[in-house]
C-alpha cells in the first residue's frame, strides 16, 4: 500500500438500518424489562449468558458467518449497525464477544472442517465463549517472542507455558492460542502456530489478575504438559503468523474501539439537562462531532469488508483514533459536572459509577489490542512510510 491508496470511502448503509437499530432497541427493551440485564457500569466487563443466549436466539451472533456453520449470511454492515446498538446501549456482550468478533472469522478462514461445523455453530448461539491467548510474561508488542511451546506427540500435542492478561478466560470454554512449534533457531515468526484448546482440559490452570479498577478481567493462564489434539489446530502448523494480520484487523476495527465508553457521554448528556452552559454544550458539541466522524470511519471499514478487502491500516488508525478519544472523554466528562454536585449524587449513581470506573479503565485502552506505538509502527510500514 503507498499512501495514495489510503481511503475511507463512505459507507452506503443497508436499506433495513433504521429498522434493524428499532429491532435490537426493542430486544434490549424486552431484556432489561425480563430481568435479564439492567443498565450498569459494569456490563461490558461482566457479560449475562443468558443475554448471549437470547441474542444468538435472535441471529445478532454469527451474523455475517454462512448458515452451514450457524450463522446468518448477512453483510458485515448489518453486523455493525446491530454492534454498534448494543455497545451505545450498555449491553452485556462478554460472553460472545471474542468469538463472535475474532476466534469466529479466524476459524472461518483458516480452520479446519470439524472445527467449523462443531465450533462455530456454539459460538453463534451464543452458549460458548472463546478467550485470547496471545501475550505471555515475556513477549507483548512482540509476539514472535513467545515462547509457550507445543511438542508433537502422538495424535496431538502437549504443551507448556503461560499466557498473561487474558481476559475472561475464567468464564471462556476456549482458548485461542498461539504456540511455538518450530524447532529451528531462525523459525522465530515462521515457527508459530494457532491451536484451540478447551480451557476444561487437564493441566491448564487460570489464576485472577485483578485490574487497576479492583475487578477480575484477566488471567494468568498456564498450561502443565496439556494434551491438545491434531484437529484443534487452526490453519497451517508453524503457519500462524500469516493469520495474525487478518485477525487483528477484525479485533481493531470492530466499533468497541471507540463506542467502549459511549454510555458515559450518553449519562452525561442526561445529566448536564437541556440548559448546558456554554462551556459544557461547546464540549459535549466536539465530543460529539469526533464520535460521528469515528461511526463513520468503522462503518467505512465494514464496507470494505463487505467488498473482500482487507483494511488492516485502516482499522489501526480507528483504533488508535478511537482509543484516543475514549481515553479523552471520561476527564472532559468530569470536568463538565460540578464535583460537588457529583459528590452530593446517592451512592450507586449510574454516571458516577461509569464515570468512576471509565477514568480506571481508560489507560488499558491504548494497550490492549495492540499499544499505541505498536499501531503507529504498523500504519506507518502500511503506507510505506518506514
Ligand atoms: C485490558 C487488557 C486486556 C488484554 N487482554 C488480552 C487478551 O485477552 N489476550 C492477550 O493475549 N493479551 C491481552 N492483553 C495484553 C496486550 O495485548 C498487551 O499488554 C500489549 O500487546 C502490550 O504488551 P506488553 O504489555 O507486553 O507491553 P510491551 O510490549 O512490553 O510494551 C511496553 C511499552 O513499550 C512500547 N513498545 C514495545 N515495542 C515497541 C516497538 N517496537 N516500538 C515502539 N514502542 C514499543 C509499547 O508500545 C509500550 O508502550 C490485554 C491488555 C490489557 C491492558
Keep these: 500500500m503507498s499512501s495514495t ?19 435490537v432497541r426493542e430486544f434490549l427493551d424486552e431484556m ?23 441474542l444468538g436466539k435472535r441471529g ?62 456454539r459460538f453463534a448461539s451464543g452458549e460458548a465463549s472463546c ?25 496431538g500435542w502437549k504443551v507448556n507455558g503461560a499466557k498473561i492478561w487474558t481476559s475472561f478466560a475464567h468464564f471462556s ?25 478447551d480451557l476444561s482440559w487437564p493441566g491448564i490452570t487460570i489464576r485472577p489478575v485483578i485490574n487497576m479498577a479492583g475487578e477480575h478481567d484477566f488471567n494468568h493462564v ?12 487452526i490453519g497451517e502448523v508453524d503457519g500462524a503468523w500469516k493469520q495474525l494480520g487478518q485477525e487483528l484487523a477484525h479485533e481493531r476495527s470492530a466499533p468497541d474501539r471507540w463506542t467502549y ?10 445529566r448536564v439537562g437541556k440548559n448546558p452552559s456554554a462551556v459544557q454544550a461547546q464540549a459535549i458539541g466536539r465530543m460529539v462531532s469526533h464520535l460521528w466522524t469515528l461511526k463513520n470511519m468503522s462503518a467505512s471499514i465494514a464496507g470494505m469488508l463487505d467488498r473482500g478487502l482487507n483494511p488492516g491500516v485502516e482499522a489501526s488508525i480507528v483504533k488508535d ?27 450507586g449513581d449510574l454516571f458516577n459509577e461509569s464515570l468512576h470506573l471509565a477514568l480506571l479503565m481508560a489507560p488499558s485502552l491504548t494497550i490492549k489490542g495492540g499499544t499505541r506505538e505498536i499501531l503507529r509502527n504498523a500504519i506507518a510500514r502500511g503506507l510505506g512510510l518506514r
Design 173 to 197: 470454554n476456549y482458548l485461542a492460542v498461539l504456540l511455538r512449534t518450530g524447532t529451528q533457531p531462525e523459525s522465530r515468526h515462521a515457527g508459530v502456530s494457532r491451536f484451540l484448546v
Design 32 to 54: 432489561q424489562k425480563k430481568g435479564v440485564y439492567k443498565p450498569s457500569a459494569h456490563n461490558w466487563s461482566e457479560g449475562s449468558r443468558e443475554f448471549s443466549l437470547a
Design 222 to 233: 498456564i498450561f502443565d504438559d496439556v494434551f491438545v489434539p491434531d484437529n484443534m489446530v
Design 261 to 270: 465508553e459511549l454510555h458515559v457521554l450518553r449519562l452525561l448528556i442526561d
Design 131 to 155: 478467550a485470547i491467548g496471545l501475550s505471555e510474561p515475556d513477549s507483548g508488542s512482540d509476539l514472535a517472542a513467545i515462547r509457550t511451546r507445543a511438542v508433537k506427540v502422538e495424535g
Design 321 to 347: 483514533l478511537g482509543t484516543h478519544y475514549e481515553q479523552e472523554m471520561p476527564h472532559i466528562a468530569r470536568t463538565l459536572v460540578d464535583e460537588g454536585l457529583r459528590a452530593a449524587l446517592p451512592e
Design 60 to 121: 445478532w451472533i454469527g451474523m455475517i458467518w454462512p448458515k452451514r456453520y450457524g450463522g446468518h449470511e448477512r453483510s458485515a454492515l448489518e453486523r455493525y449497525v446491530v454492534t454498534e446498538e448494543l455497545l451505545a446501549n450498555g449491553a452485556p456482550l462478554r460472553c460472545h464477544w471474542s468469538a463472535d468478533r475474532q476466534n469466529g472469522p479466524l476459524i472461518l478462514q483458516f480452520g479446519n472442517e470439524w472445527q467449523k461445523q462443531t465450533i462455530l455453530p
Design 5 to 23: 491508496d489510503f481511503r475511507f470511502e463512505p459507507a452506503k448503509m443497508p436499506a433495513n438500518t433504521a429498522e434493524l437499530r428499532r429491532e
